[in-house]
């Protein structure tokens, strides 16, 4: 499994987290009294862009005050909804495709629940849908031929 000397091959993607209160009067059934928001954490293509010819699977490590905090994802929509009440900071690790020979890489995400202002604490109150995601690149050094060939549709 000869690697390709010379290259290197990028590919982007974006991963964040995505959070919206609940509406105190509307909260969803069989939620525990103490959980104010519904979140969401996800590793997705540029615009919807397919990602899984190169990312088989990954996995997210949430807080201990979860049930079954590891969750595995093994397919597209890379992505795990909770609710909850508090942020934390969410370990994401990337499984590559069998094919590349590469070893998870491990990404950190800051879960973010509250907006940011200049009035932190009185934001806290606000009811608004918070975003926090990343633009991110992998690099792929020397590929091996075979996931070289995956990545370029060679
Ligand atoms: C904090 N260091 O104190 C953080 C911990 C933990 C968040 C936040 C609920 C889990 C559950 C949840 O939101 N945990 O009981 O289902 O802010």
Redo the contacts with the bound molecule.
């Keep these: 499994n000869k690697r390709v000397r010379g290259v290197s091959v990028f590919r982007p993607f974006v991963f964040g987290s995505i959070a919206h209160p609940f509406d105190p009067d509307n909260k969803p059934p069989n939620c525990?009294p103490?959980?104010t928001h519904r979140w969401e954490i996800f590793v997705r293509g540029v615009n919807g862009e397919d990602i899984s010819y190169w990312l088989k699977k990954v996995q997210f490590k949430l807080?201990e005050?979860?049930?079954h905090n590891v969750r595995a994802i093994e397919q597209q929509p890379f992505e795990v909804s909770?609710?909850?009440?508090?942020?934390?900071e969410i370990q994401i690790k990337l499984y590559f495709v069998p094919e590349s020979n590469e070893k998870p890489q491990t990404l950190w995400h800051s879960l973010k629940l509250h907006p940011y202002g200049p009035d932190a604490e009185g934001m806290k109150e606000r009811r608004e849908t918070v975003i926090s995601q990343n633009y991110e690149e992998i690099i792929f050094n020397e590929p091996v031929e075979q996931f070289y060939e995956i990545l370029t549709g060679g």
């Design positions: 525990p103490d959980h807080h005050t979860y049930a909770e609710t909850g009440w508090g942020e934390f």
